[in-house]
């Protein structure tokens, strides 16, 4: 819990007595390998803070999975729309590998910011880096190359290269996976040369 609460103090600044009650409203789960933590339709009405391990977010189309993004150690995620309007869920998360997490219920979270205000802030940086995520992924798919794509991607999010699919990150840059070993393949060519 030690690392929830670290990552914590990075965003805002909070005494011990409000540290404690941070503390007190997380739920410590494992979660296995393939194993969601929510399903499209199911209501979000947890964050989650991942310890150790990885997820991702991904929606169905028409029986196809497009991945949303990914998450890793000392990250934070929640479904922000069904978790602040309750309403169903179009994605799901799934764990990537076998993780540890906290999960801070929206009950819980209302009653802790009723408490001390300070915790508003917390919520308020998180909607603030879900929205500059969203925002530069959309610039990415809309502005750069199938290869360009993958070039910044390799470049800003070595961690996802390095632990995940190539199934799943084909699917987040919007490629298909033969796409994604052509272009590959190429890079690995044009370097050799």
């Excluded at 290269?161 to 190539?166: A, K, P, T, W």
Aim: charged residues 25%.
């Amino acid at each position: 819990m030690e690392c929830v609460i670290t990552d914590l103090s990075r965003m805002i600044e909070f005494n011990e007595a409000e540290s404690l009650a941070f503390e007190n409203i997380l739920r410590f789960k494992t979660v296995k390998k393939n194993e969601h933590l929510l399903v499209e339709g199911d209501i979000c009405n947890f964050g989650i803070f991942i310890a150790e391990g990885s997820i991702r977010y991904y929606y169905l189309v028409d029986g196809v999975e497009s991945t949303g993004n990914f998450f890793f150690e000392n990250d934070w995620y929640s479904d922000f729309e069904s978790f602040l309007y309750g309403k169903p869920t179009l994605l799901n998360i799934e764990a990537l590998e076998d993780s540890v997490v906290y999960l801070a219920y929206k009950e819980d979270f209302e009653k802790l910011v009723l408490e001390y205000p300070v915790f508003n802030s917390f919520l308020r940086i998180m909607m603030e880096r879900t929205i500059k995520g969203l925002t530069g992924r959309n610039m990415a798919m809309s502005l750069l190359s199938p290869e360009e794509r993958y070039l910044h991607f390799v470049k800003y999010c070595p961690k996802v290269v390095e632990r995940v699919s190539l199934k799943y990150i084909a699917s987040y840059l919007g490629i298909q996976p033969e796409s994604l070993s052509r272009i590959r393949t190429r890079i690995t060519l044009s370097s050799k040369s």
